[in-house]
């Protein structure tokens, strides 16, 4: 892995690129994204293909990579907005892995996690946090875009939230990665593997049967992943429904991660990170403190 680097701080004036690399977006996300962009200041180029729609996807595969490529290699632009998730970043990352470029934003999560564990290959801090969407509907000074641009401005603000049900109190110093669960799943013994001892982990996910996040989790627990972790963080799940087996699936989360025992590290629950308004963003591959106590978890930036 090469060694860390935060992108360049972005400036009035500076350039980020809109790009849409998995699924296709309601144009007037995007539309409303560049209005907010450019009321604070900074010059936005739509890539070509950002508004496309071939199938479920936002353009063909060779659409999408040749955007996602121009926006990466191209000095002119100093900061990458994906317009959303859905499906269809992993299906880029061998060629884009190829690729020689400088440190630069990217922002985006759901199926931009695997566009993170690229970057991360790559040693660039990146931004897990939200989208168009967001932006084209959200005041610039909601909580999640206001620490957005911060990011985005080079500041490193760190993120306070209540400790959910379960959590285990201590503090840990690690690498933060994490992201989508079904995705960091899919990306185990690939280049892209996001899992290494030092993480602190923080995962979310949309729609996913409760059987099915615990499917992934228990395979987590085998392959020693859990065991080996520095930190984790449980964000939001939503979109699903209670089963015979579990009435949450936080329950069932709490139900994997102390089956045989407590944690050796801290455990965070009901962190603000997700498919949900509220969606606060993380500077990935960042190193960081995490602590948790009975009343509040904070994650703060090392320098």
């Given at each position: 892995?090469?060694?860390?680097?935060?992108?360049?701080?972005?400036?009035?004036?500076?350039?980020?690129?809109?790009?849409?690399?998995?699924?296709?977006?309601?144009?007037?996300?995007?539309?409303?994204?560049?209005?907010?962009?450019?009321?604070?200041?900074?010059?936005?180029?739509?890539?070509?293909?950002?508004?496309?729609?071939?199938?479920?996807?936002?353009?063909?595969?060779?659409?999408?990579?040749?955007?996602?490529?121009?926006?990466?290699?191209?000095?002119?632009?100093?900061?990458?907005?994906?317009?959303?998730?859905?499906?269809?970043?992993?299906?880029?990352?061998?060629?884009?892995?190829?690729?020689?470029?400088?440190?630069?934003?990217?922002?985006?999560f759901s199926d931009v996690t695997?566009?993170?564990?690229?970057?991360?290959?790559?040693?660039?801090?990146?931004?897990?946090?939200?989208?168009?969407?967001?932006?084209?509907?959200?005041?610039?000074?909601?909580?999640?875009?206001?620490?957005?641009?911060?990011?985005?401005?080079?500041?490193?603000?760190?993120?306070?939230?209540?400790?959910?049900?379960?959590?285990?109190?201590?503090?840990?110093?690690?690498?933060?990665?994490?992201?989508?669960?079904?995705?960091?799943?899919?990306?185990?013994?690939?280049?892209?593997?996001?899992?290494?001892?030092?993480?602190?982990?923080?995962?979310?996910?949309?729609?996913?049967?409760?059987?099915?996040?615990?499917?992934?989790?228990?395979?987590?627990?085998?392959?020693?992943?859990?065991?080996?972790?520095?930190?984790?963080?449980?964000?939001?799940?939503?979109?699903?429904?209670?089963?015979?087996?579990?009435?949450?699936?936080?329950?069932?989360?709490?139900?994997?991660?102390?089956?045989?025992?407590?944690?050796?590290y801290p455990v965070a629950f009901?962190?603000?990170?997700?498919?949900?308004?509220?969606?606060?963003?993380?500077?990935?591959?960042?190193?960081?403190?995490?602590?948790?106590?009975?009343?509040?978890?904070?994650?703060?930036?090392?320098?």
């Open positions: 892995m090469c060694q860390l680097q935060y992108p360049p701080t972005l400036e009035v004036g500076d350039t980020i690129a809109i790009v849409s690399p998995a699924s296709f977006i309601a144009p007037e996300r995007i539309d409303g994204a560049v209005a907010t962009l450019r009321g604070q200041g900074y010059r936005v180029r739509v890539m070509p293909h950002a508004y496309n729609h071939c199938g479920s996807f936002a353009g063909t595969y060779t659409n999408r990579l040749a955007d996602l490529s121009e926006a990466l290699t191209d000095p002119n632009i100093k900061a990458i907005l994906c317009s959303r998730g859905g499906y269809g970043c992993v299906q880029l990352l061998p060629e884009l892995a190829r690729l020689d470029f400088g440190a630069k934003w990217l922002v985006g695997a566009l993170h564990q690229l970057m991360r290959t790559k040693g660039i801090v990146s931004i897990h946090g939200s989208m168009a969407k967001a932006l084209a509907e959200q005041p610039a000074d909601s909580k999640p875009n206001a620490m957005l641009l911060q990011m985005l401005r080079g500041q490193r603000p760190s993120l306070s939230f209540a400790s959910g049900a379960g959590s285990v109190e201590g503090s840990a110093e690690g690498t933060l990665v994490g992201g989508n669960l079904a995705v960091l799943q899919a990306l185990i013994r690939t280049p892209f593997d996001p899992f290494a001892p030092d993480t602190i982990l923080f995962i979310e996910d949309i729609a996913e049967p409760i059987y099915k996040v615990e499917r992934m989790l228990l395979q987590l627990r085998m392959a020693g992943v859990l065991d080996n972790l520095a930190g984790l963080i449980i964000g939001r799940f939503t979109d699903y429904k209670p089963d015979k087996n579990h009435t949450t699936v936080e329950q069932m989360i709490r139900n994997v991660i102390f089956a045989d025992h407590s944690p050796a009901d962190a603000p990170i997700g498919h949900f308004d509220d969606n606060m963003p993380l500077l990935h591959a960042a190193h960081v403190k995490l602590s948790v106590d009975s009343l509040t978890t904070t994650i703060e930036y090392i320098i």
